[in-house]
């Protein structure tokens, strides 16, 4: 949680938490300014907006250098709340936190669009594999709805790059050995991506588009 020692209200317009920095003197060295944010899964924090040199507080304006303004405490609403960062998708506007951890609810097309994954098309997020090693380029699909397409196989597949031949997790040799496979016995395009992934292994299924 965020230091509540530092909170001395809200800014002007109502909308703004302020948390004042202290430098080594004891002075006012900025200001810190939070909103409050609900991600899609409903998940609520306190996401860093503002660094100012200057704020208004009660109708009583400090700026940088000053002496401390007097600290309140916060209010029951935003007391408990974590300080986040979020993402917002392009095509909805919902946020989600940049930190998560185990399954995501969002996912990133182009290196830097970020979309919920109920948004993404999925024809965005999967790969064309044109030779074997296309494999390797496969995005999570976990959680997308892959309308339009019908999954052909499904290899599991040693992420670490430890795997030896004979366990059950092929190794990066045996996936690209299977990858040819699949593309020399279908005639149209494959597509592919990653439908579950743990600590040391993936599951990439390979998909076609249906007529």
Request: proline residues 2%; contains cysteine; glycine residues 10%.
């Amino acid at each position: 949680m965020i230091n509540s020692k530092n909170y001395i209200g809200t800014n002007s317009r109502g909308d703004t938490h302020i948390f004042q920095e202290i430098d080594s003197n004891g002075m006012i060295r900025g200001f810190n300014g939070y909103c409050v944010v609900e991600t899609v899964d409903g998940t609520k924090g306190l996401e860093n907006v503002q660094w100012t040199h200057k704020e208004t507080i009660h109708g009583v304006m400090y700026e940088t250098g000053d002496l401390l303004a007097p600290i309140i405490d916060m209010p029951d609403d935003i007391a408990d709340l974590y300080e986040i960062n979020t993402v917002s998708c392009e095509e909805c506007g919902g946020a989600h936190d940049s930190e998560q951890y185990g399954a995501m609810s969002f996912v990133v097309v182009n290196e830097c669009e970020v979309y919920c994954k109920q948004c993404v098309k999925s024809s965005d997020l999967l790969v064309q594999v044109n030779e074997s090693g296309d494999l390797f380029k496969a995005r999570d699909v976990d959680g997308i709805d892959l309308n339009g397409y019908e999954e052909i196989d499904t290899l599991f597949c040693d992420s670490s790059g430890f795997g030896a031949p004979g366990e059950m997790a092929l190794t990066k040799n045996q996936a690209l050995k299977r990858m040819q496979d699949l593309l020399d016995s279908n005639s149209g395009p494959i597509y592919a991506g990653i439908s579950d992934m743990g600590q040391f292994q993936v599951y990439v299924t390979l998909y076609r588009k249906v007529a």
